[in-house]
């Protein structure tokens, strides 16, 4: 079973912290990653996309991508309550399938 | 939220009664997902259509159905449910690989929540 892998957490972080989400993966062929939030009780929202190795960056969203250590990432700078929420990694794997994470729970302490 | 709609939001349902639900996707994709997410479980996959063909059928037991007309459109029928299939039912869309690498981004509806008594 190809998996990916995140601590279901709770993660809590200071209001203003950066707060790091992370995320591994087991098919060493997968090439689109994503990173989706999910509040209680709502669906998934994407937030990022990545597909090469290294860092992209979009807000207070920084996406890091490495393939060698089959490992992904989601920095969230300047937290906010807002973010409070379940985070849900996805790794699309050479069969074309996406495959999600139990998803990570993030609290923002105001 | 708009992109992907799903109706009902919220279902009751007795184990002997049948109902539908639906989703429709505004985003020209082409490719539909039902999953079901229960708590604590990541998200299953459940059934993938792409352009109209079901492509996939993950060991789903037969008491759900699902049904897809054209590509904007996705029903899954429901039919002597047991409590344990009470989750939330998710579907998503999304545009085929085919029209290059950034593939397979999948956008979520609303989600219908069940409840079987």
């Known amino acids: 079973q190809k998996e990916v892998e995140q601590n279901s957490g709770p993660l809590s972080v200071p209001e203003g912290a950066i707060a790091s989400l992370n995320c591994t993966y087991s098919d060493r062929g997968s090439q689109s990653f994503f990173w989706y939030r999910q509040y209680s009780g709502k669906s998934p929202e994407l937030i990022m996309s990545?597909?090469?190795?290294g860092d992209k960056e979009d807000g207070r969203f920084t996406a890091q991508l490495n393939k060698a250590s089959q490992y992904v990432s989601l920095l969230i700078r300047d937290s906010q309550p807002s973010d409070s929420a379940t985070y849900l990694c996805a790794a699309l794997n050479r069969d074309d399938k996406i495959i999600f994470g139990k998803g990570t729970r993030l609290h923002i302490l105001p | 939220e708009t992109g992907v709609t799903q109706t009902p939001r919220h279902l009751v349902m007795g184990m002997t009664n049948k109902k539908s639900l639906k989703c429709e996707q505004h985003l020209g994709h082409n490719a539909m997902y039902w999953y079901k997410q229960s708590a604590k479980k990541p998200l299953e996959l459940m059934f993938v259509?792409?352009?109209?063909?079901?492509?996939e059928n993950n060991s789903v037991p037969s008491r759900f159905s699902p049904e897809c007309p054209n590509s904007s459109h996705l029903f899954l029928h429901l039919h002597t449910l047991q409590p344990e299939d009470s989750a939330l039912y998710l579907c998503a869309s999304s545009q085929d690989r085919a029209s290059g690498r950034v593939g397979r981004t999948q956008y979520f509806g609303p989600g219908t929540r069940l409840t079987v008594l």
């Open positions: 990545i597909y090469s190795n």
């Open positions: 259509y792409n352009f109209k063909e079901q492509t």
